[in-house]
């Protein structure tokens, strides 16, 4: 038996459930992790005059939006950390550790004095919060990504791994549908004093909910692959750097197009076509609420046509859709067409997320898979994904916005192209079987057999 599979004999009822049970404890955690990390940017209209001198509304979005890519810029690193405590000391560590420093994180911006109290340490200690749960999210993405793709049963991979994106998308439906659940009971001023600080200490409390649910999961890495000489290792990495160029350049499309039409599209709705907040919130529930629906739906698809195909699918309809979407969505003044539109480009956008942990996984070997996932993805993702905001706020700034519709066609047209050149993962990668759950007890049965079938008579 390899260190990643075990016959290829259909699963029992029992294992079948156990490996659904082990999607939704790791899927937790990833809820957890995401609704912190973006209850900062859909609370960000509110608590931006908190931290930074007073200015122009565009001017103090463009600092909140600073700090958030700088909490990308973290993720590399924590990419490489987590894929690394993956790969050596097993996936279940890992992920443990990463949602425990989320809820160190959310609580420190809970509890942070303002720039009226402590002046220019306020958005200072903020930038260093931000840091810290972009470590955590860095880590948090590669290992529950490599987790899923290993507990998803083999042919409905594509389906049960889409529940990363369901329940990273459930993290940002949860933070928008607080918001608004405060925007109904709260007034404007009581939500600029105080009120923001409410949904970053549910998201500390969440992440202690998530730790303990995740302390009961099965671990899918094996004590054969996690003792290689190179496991976690960038060595060991870069005997894959053509994987892992690949998942850079086109995870630079994929977060880009994902982060303008989730996260920046609430300001995009406010700040340029004139919304209002708790309209453009309501907008932006219902998208995301169909977006998560539509995550099993591609996933599914992709077993069914196949990754590469459903990578072609989304980098060419984002390449030609993107522009005339972004365009139309200026001077929309119908809340209802808003959300068809803001639908119809989330809808592009699926055939990537639905699969987007699982092609990663499909890439590389199980000594390395943690950190080639995290890695890969953090580099684009924290250079094209966490800058999104700020460059569409710059240019905005610049009185060129229509320049960031075509920066993201652009970066499209480059994931059509490696998607053209690369070969299909769910055919020629490295996941190919059932991975074993526990492969370490499935071992010990293995040689406790080749014991009794060698033992002299």
């Known amino acids: ?152 049963p083999n042919g409905r991979r594509g389906f049960f791994a889409s529940f990363q994106y369901v329940t990273l998308i459930g993290g940002q439906l949860l933070a928008v549908l607080v918001l608004f659940g405060m925007q109904q009971w709260l007034t404007k001023a009581e939500l600029m004093a105080w009120g923001w600080r409410v949904p970053f200490v549910l998201g500390a409390v969440g992440a202690l909910v998530a730790m303990y649910l995740r302390s009961s999961l099965a671990e899918t890495s094996s004590a054969g692959a996690r003792k290689k000489k190179d496991a976690g290792t960038l060595k060991g990495l870069l005997q894959h750097k053509r994987a892992f160029l690949n998942v850079v350049g086109f995870t630079a499309g994929g977060s880009l197009m994902f982060y303008t039409f989730t996260t920046y599209m609430q300001k995009y709705l406010v700040n340029t076509a004139g919304m209002d907040p708790k309209v453009a919130n309501g907008v932006m529930t219902g998208a995301l609420f169909v977006y998560m ?120 047209l480059v994931a059509l192209i490696i998607s053209l050149r690369m070969p299909d993962p769910q055919r020629d990668g490295h996941l190919k079987g059932d991975v074993a759950m526990n492969p370490d007890e499935h071992q010990g049965e293995a040689d406790a057999a080749a014991g009794k079938l060698h033992k002299p008579a």
């Open 1 to 152: 038996m390899s260190d990643t599979t075990q016959a290829s004999t259909p699963l029992s009822a029992a294992e079948y459930r156990k490996r659904i049970f082990a999607i939704l404890g790791a899927s937790s955690g990833n809820l957890v992790e995401w609704f912190d990390f973006y209850v900062y940017s859909f609370c960000a209209i509110y608590f931006a005059p908190a931290f930074f001198p007073k200015g122009d509304p565009t001017s103090q979005l463009l600092n909140t939006a600073g700090v958030f890519a700088a909490g990308f810029l973290m993720r590399p690193i924590g990419g490489w950390l987590f894929g690394r405590i993956a790969d050596k000391h097993g996936r279940k560590t890992s992920m443990l550790i990463s949602v425990l420093m989320m809820c160190g994180g959310s609580l420190a911006v809970a509890v942070m004095p303002t720039y009226a109290t402590i002046g220019a340490w306020a958005p200072a200690l903020l930038l260093l919060a931000r840091l810290f749960q972009g470590l955590s999210v860095g880590g948090e993405y590669g290992t529950s990504a490599t987790y899923m793709s290993e507990v998803a």
């Open 293 to 412: 629906i539509l995550q099993p739906i591609f996933g599914a698809i992709s077993d069914k046509i196949g990754r590469r195909n459903s990578m072609l699918c989304f980098a060419f309809f984002g390449m030609v859709g993107t522009f005339p979407i972004l365009h139309f969505l200026k001077d929309v003044s119908s809340p209802g067409v808003a959300m068809a539109l803001a639908i119809l480009a989330l809808t592009i956008v699926s055939f990537y997320t639905s699969i987007s942990g699982l092609i990663k996984a499909e890439m590389f070997p199980p000594e390395v898979r943690a950190l080639g996932v995290g890695l890969s993805y953090a580099v684009g993702n924290a250079i094209f994904g966490g800058s999104a905001e700020f460059v569409a706020l710059s240019l905005k700034s610049a009185g060129i916005e229509s320049a960031f519709y075509w920066y993201v066609s652009a970066l499209c």
